[in-house]
């Protein structure tokens, strides 16, 4: 009888690993829809998708919040659509979960790639706005960071 429960157990622990790993499969296939749908300048569409990978990552971790693989999904598709604060939270949450080094020194790197690119977008933002604000004019520029400079 003891051996029957424990053959049961087992046979349950591995089908909820199959729920998991095709939840976090849903969420790649949701992601890839989206990224096609950006890429086909499918907006409409896009923010659908973008929606619906958000609600599969959410499925995928009310069966294992403890599991990295949803959030290293979800991650990425924050990091690819340039989502890099909210990116780097997630990377951080799956960071918990890890053991094996290479695995922790990826998604460190992961982070501060995150990290870099959301800096690069920012000097960016500031970089058009200056230049929508003085549209070309040195002096204009000048004292916009003069003014910036010392908040």
């Known amino acids: 009888m003891r051996s029957l429960l424990l053959f049961f157990s087992l046979l349950l622990a591995l089908s909820e690993g199959d729920v998991y790993d095709e939840a976090c499969d849903a969420i ?41 693989q949803a959030y290293l999904h979800f991650a990425t598709f924050l990091q690819n659509g340039q989502e890099y604060t909210h990116a780097i939270e997630i990377y951080d949450i799956a960071l918990k979960g890890l053991e094996s080094k290479d695995a922790i020194r990826h998604v460190v790197n992961k982070r501060d790639e995150c990290s870099f690119l959301s800096e690069l977008k920012n000097v960016s933002v500031l970089r058009d706005s200056v230049y929508n604000l003085g549209q070309g004019k040195l002096r204009t520029i000048q004292h916009y960071f003069l003014i910036n400079e010392f908040r």
Not at 38 to 45: E, F, H, M, T, V
């Open 28 to 68: 790649v296939e949701a992601a890839q829809q989206a990224g096609a749908a950006i890429n086909a300048k499918n907006i409409p569409l896009f923010e659908s998708l973008k929606t619906e990978t958000a609600r599969r990552f959410e499925h995928a971790i009310s069966l294992d919040k403890n599991h990295p």
